[in-house]
């Protein structure tokens, strides 16, 4: 019996769907959040505000592998989608109402740093459970598609919503993002 063919699986257009969803919301949240940082502090800031975020996506990664492994990469992936989602969606809310604070886009940057770095290994940690192993090298091959597309949409997205509605508008579409990715995932 032979497998079925990876862009014909259902469960892996939705993951592939869910993964770059959430991938071209964290290129459109990296450009909203130094947007935001900039205009609220200069752009002295913005490294110190984009390492803040770095610092604990970075320590943490190994943590995500590990939650994976113990919960399940569909549920790793669920609940950092989610908090990632409900994180931006409150930067949204606050930003509307008073604008961007320096010290909330430090706290912004920290959190979705922290939450972000269980989203990687439980990603990749998810294929092998959804199609066969003859079928990976070429799931891999539409997760590297699947990330340049996002690399050249996001921040398209981003900047479109950043002109036309600031930050605020920025943060709240990428929640929006988030969301879509959750309802895809759902479904796998």
Do not use: K
């Not at 113990?70 to 549920?75: E, I, L, Q, W």
């Amino acid at each position: 019996m032979t497998a079925r063919p990876a862009f014909r699986d259902p469960n892996v257009l939705r993951w592939l769907g869910a993964y770059t969803i959430s991938v071209t919301g964290d290129v459109a949240y990296y450009l909203a959040l130094t947007w935001a940082t900039s205009r609220a502090a200069g752009p002295a800031h913005v490294g110190a505000v984009l390492a803040v975020g770095a610092i604990p996506r970075a320590v943490l990664m190994l943590g995500g592998g590990v939650l994976a492994d113990r919960f399940g990469p569909r549920r790793v992936l669920l609940a950092s989608d989610l908090v990632r989602c409900a994180v931006v969606l409150v930067a949204a809310a606050l930003t509307w109402a008073d604008g961007s604070r320096l010290w909330r886009l430090y706290v912004l940057a920290l959190l979705f740093g922290a939450v972000d770095a269980v989203f990687m290994p439980a990603v990749g940690a998810l294929p092998p459970r959804l199609t066969e192993e003859s079928q990976l090298a070429r799931v891999q091959g539409m997760r590297v598609l699947a990330v340049r597309f996002s690399n050249a949409v996001g921040p398209l997205v981003g900047s479109f919503v950043l002109a036309v509605q600031g930050a605020a508008g920025a943060f709240a579409v990428v929640g929006v993002l988030f969301a879509v990715s959750v309802g895809l995932l759902w479904a796998v």
